[in-house]
């Protein structure tokens, strides 16, 4: 038996240059010291190149603050076999970081293009990141940022069986 709803869910199509990344590799992953206020940044991607020649590209990962102000820029040179795929990666130090919290939700845009040289073949990619540090406690809790703080949800989850379902933005 398939109890299935349709589709339920905003649906994209993507049109992508024949060099682009791949969406689903896009990972930021920030080491925070909290008590000082600053945070080591590894940005990984994979780049794919659906072409019958190799490609050589940079990509450059501008980063932005809550207030939408230019904190770093770095470029990675990858070179991506044809029909095929590369890794890339940059590092970096973010000073005087603004902290993700429950009370402020601080928010970091990071910010990839690809540069092949040509107006012809760049791609962009974004995601938003907070800057935060997280500790479990078996005693005393769950700690974020230091502060012990109770953690509170729900269990939502689909069970539609028979009467579809219904969802909504916001």
């Known amino acids: 038996w398939y109890q299935g709803g349709g589709i339920y869910r905003n649906v994209w199509l993507d049109v992508r240059e024949k060099v682009h990344f791949d969406r689903g590799t896009l ?13 080591s940044v590894k940005v990984a991607f994979d780049v794919e190149n659906h072409t019958e020649e190799s490609s050589e590209c940079k990509v450059i990962v501008h980063t932005y603050s809550p207030d939408d102000v230019l904190v770093n820029e770095s470029v990675c040179e990858v070179k991506i076999p044809q029909m095929d795929k590369a890794s890339g990666e940059v590092n970096f130090e973010l000073e005087n970081i603004k902290l993700w919290s429950c009370e402020h939700p601080e928010l970091y845009r990071v910010v990839l293009s690809i540069d092949n040289g040509t107006k012809e073949g760049s791609d962009r990619i974004e ?21 012990n703080t109770k953690l509170k949800g729900v269990c939502v989850h689909q069970g539609h069986a028979c009467v579809g379902s219904a969802e909504y933005d916001g």
Do not use: S
């Open 27 to 39: 990972h930021v992953l920030p080491t925070v010291d909290y008590e000082n206020k600053k945070a």
């Open 127 to 147: 995601c938003n990141t907070g800057f935060r540090h997280i500790a479990f406690d078996k005693d005393k809790g769950f700690f974020l940022n230091g502060v």
